[in-house]
């Protein structure tokens, strides 16, 4: 069984290709299969994003493999999955994607503290390529300035 706060899956290029504007958390629709292949840690929302159908926000393309016993009803791999959110946080971030053309990326899937599975999204948009250089060069720097008051430090 996983524990309150267990990271099920992780998104970890979102920060990578996104500036990250803001975090919502969300619910999200599950059948049951689905909770123990999450709850043993298989999943994948690297490829994932979050969008409008029917007045609703949904994941899409979030892989969450089958779960290895003998059950007699599979799920769908990759099935459009339904967010739980509040009608204005849902209004409030489908304007955002519509009008400011921001795209809504999945950070990762944990367990909350009652044991529910919730989706850390995140409101992003989208980097360039120089952004992509510039924030290597910017952490590379960092490392080495921590590296040489560490070494300075030992003197």
């Given at each position: 069984?996983?524990?309150p706060?267990?990271?099920?899956?992780?998104n970890r290029?979102?920060?990578?290709?996104?500036?990250?504007?803001?975090?919502?958390?969300?619910?999200?629709?599950?059948?049951?299969?689905?909770?123990?292949?999450?709850?043993v840690?298989?999943?994948n929302?690297?490829?994932?994003?979050a969008?409008?159908?029917?007045?609703?926000?949904?994941?899409f393309?979030?892989y969450i493999?089958?779960?290895?016993?003998?059950?007699?009803?599979?799920?769908?791999?990759?099935?459009?999955?339904?967010?739980?959110?509040?009608?204005?946080?849902?209004?409030?971030?489908?304007?955002a994607?519509?009008?400011?053309?921001?795209?809504?990326?999945p950070l990762?899937?944990?367990?909350?503290?009652?044991?529910l599975?919730k989706?850390?999204?995140?409101?992003?948009?989208?980097?360039?390529?120089?952004?992509?250089?510039?924030?290597?060069?910017?952490?590379?720097?960092?490392?080495?300035?921590?590296?040489?008051?560490?070494?300075?430090?030992?003197?």
């Amino acid at each position: 069984m996983s524990l309150p706060g267990h990271i099920a899956a992780q998104n970890r290029r979102a920060r990578h290709d996104y500036f990250i504007v803001s975090e919502v958390e969300a619910g999200i629709m599950l059948v049951g299969t689905e909770i123990k292949s999450l709850r043993v840690g298989k999943g994948n929302v690297n490829e994932a994003y979050a969008g409008p159908m029917h007045d609703e926000l949904y994941l899409f393309n979030a892989y969450i493999p089958e779960y290895q016993s003998k059950m007699p009803f599979p799920h769908e791999t990759r099935r459009p999955r339904k967010l739980l959110l509040h009608k204005r946080e849902m209004a409030k971030l489908m304007g955002a994607i519509t009008k400011d053309g921001m795209t809504l990326v999945p950070l990762d899937i944990h367990f909350g503290p009652r044991g529910l599975a919730k989706v850390q999204l995140g409101l992003a948009k989208g980097k360039k390529l120089h952004d992509k250089r510039e924030a290597i060069k910017e952490r590379d720097w960092n490392r080495d300035k921590a590296r040489l008051m560490r070494e300075k430090g030992k003197e």
